[in-house]
């Protein structure tokens, strides 16, 4: 059996419910049992890395039906801890032996560092033009390309914008583009964070720094870009969109679109075709229909705007208003089954969402609601979550019964007493012409 020669970049959400059903259509492509290795380098300065593969090595196991084993390359040379050779040539084997390559978050350049001089570019590459099937998201999927930049030195430390050589495994399958995951992120809030936490003014920095026949391959948040070298074709999927960043514009393709190899190897052409089109440029849809990809000034269009809406379809943020949305509903409508179903539908979220390690601190919110909801469950377990008006109603019918008796034998001074009474506990008793209407 011929093995597919497939690479797939996502933005980000690799390890999220998001991208399940795209690992689970990789991986099904392959002899069984799938030989899947978990390149673990882009994390591997983080005291946390053990963790990180375990969530990810879970992940597989319990989304994807697929054991995946952990190639141990933290490190391919000494850093403040010495790196260990034999490990080094058991993971190096490892990824050499895979049909299924697997990368995610971390650190581009640290990746980078410890990935020179090392086979690890050669056995990508080698995936990709004899068999088998690799998956670079987030800090991975920046080095793909033969240029970089650091961009988490950028944002968070304040380093000027440079160009890094990047792995260069793009442009062994015709393509000539700097990958930018996380494409339209917005955690900035009231600052920009797109472009991978660049912004516009500093992704226009680095793109004065590309050769003139480079260009920006942007893609989404929980969006990848499953490019079938064999099939000659790419297809958008996931969330969000894919687009094709020339300068000063840019081509925009939706999730369930299909672009032509040859578009992403010679990009350029797209212009010569949106100026004779004058609107768009078509592009063909997975299941044959037509769909369009949108050219648009840089920094605008389909490019998400700062002040967008921060939740993205199929996140945990999303699912965490849903969930407190159904619960603050249900507590008003005093349905305690809705409520609890809320609480634990949130609950499951954090569960399901929990492998994906790119959150930031929504996590954190998510599981601040839970215990929230469970708070106002017990406060309503005190006072009860049903409608008072449906727990007294007995006895208050019955009341309004021998009132009415008493007022048909004319002793009002009994039907006053009954009046005060239900006064004093906080009813508030009408006779109208249609009969006696009572409220809390």
């Given at each position: ?238 969330n969000g969109t894919v687009t094709l960043r020339l300068r000063e514009d840019s081509f925009t393709y939706e999730t369930g679109s299909t672009i032509p190899l ?118 309503a377990a005190i006072g009860g979550v049903r409608n008072p008006r449906d727990v007294v109603a007995p006895y208050v019918e019955a009341m309004l019964a021998i ?38």
């Open positions: 059996m011929s093995l597919p020669r497939i690479l797939t970049i996502m933005g980000s959400g690799e390890t999220a419910p998001t991208m399940v059903s795209t690992h689970r259509s990789l991986t099904s492509l392959l002899p069984k049992p799938v030989k899947a290795v978990l390149l673990d380098t882009p994390y591997g300065f983080q005291e946390n890395a053990p963790e990180l593969a375990t969530r990810a090595v879970e992940y597989f196991r319990n989304s994807v039906n697929v054991d995946i084993a952990v190639a141990g390359l933290v490190r391919l040379h000494d850093t403040h801890i010495a790196a260990d050779t034999v490990q080094i040539e058991r993971g190096l084997r490892a990824i050499s032996d895979a049909t299924y390559i697997f990368a995610g978050p971390g650190s581009p350049t640290y990746a980078l560092r410890q990935w020179s001089g090392s086979n690890v570019a050669s056995s990508i590459i080698d995936k990709l033009m004899n068999g088998g099937i690799v998956t670079f998201a987030s800090a991975a999927a920046l080095t793909l390309g033969k240029v970089t930049v650091p961009v988490y030195e950028v944002y968070k430390v304040g380093q000027d914008v440079q160009r890094l050589d990047g792995l260069d495994v793009l442009s062994a399958i015709g393509i000539n583009a700097a990958v930018i995951p996380h494409y339209d992120n917005a955690e900035g809030g009231n600052h920009d964070t797109r472009y991978c936490y660049l912004g516009e003014t500093r992704l226009r920095m680095f793109e004065k720094m590309l050769d003139d026949d480079t260009y920006v391959l942007g893609i989404d948040e929980h969006t990848g870009l499953v490019i079938d070298l064999d099939a000659a074709i790419a297809k958008v999927v996931g040859d578009t992403l190897q010679n990009p350029w052409l797209l212009r010569t075709s949106a100026s004779a089109e004058s609107s768009h440029q078509k592009g063909v849809g997975i299941s044959g229909e037509t769909v369009e990809a949108q050219p648009g000034q840089v920094g605008e269009g389909s490019s998400q705007s700062v002040e967008s809406n921060l939740a993205q379809a199929g996140s945990l943020e999303q699912e965490l208003q849903i969930q407190q949305s159904a619960f603050n509903d249900a507590m008003t409508a005093r349905n305690a089954d809705g409520a609890v179903r809320a609480c634990l539908a949130l609950e499951q979220a954090i569960h399901d969402w929990s492998a994906d390690t790119l959150q930031g601190d929504i996590a954190d919110k998510a599981r601040a609601a839970v215990r929230s909801m469970i708070s106002a469950l017990g406060d009132r009415a008796t008493v007022r048909a034998e004319k002793r009002y001074d009994l039907s006053d007493v009954i009046r005060d009474a239900f006064v004093n506990i906080g009813i508030e008793v009408r006779d109208t012409a249609t009969g006696v209407e009572w409220d809390l």
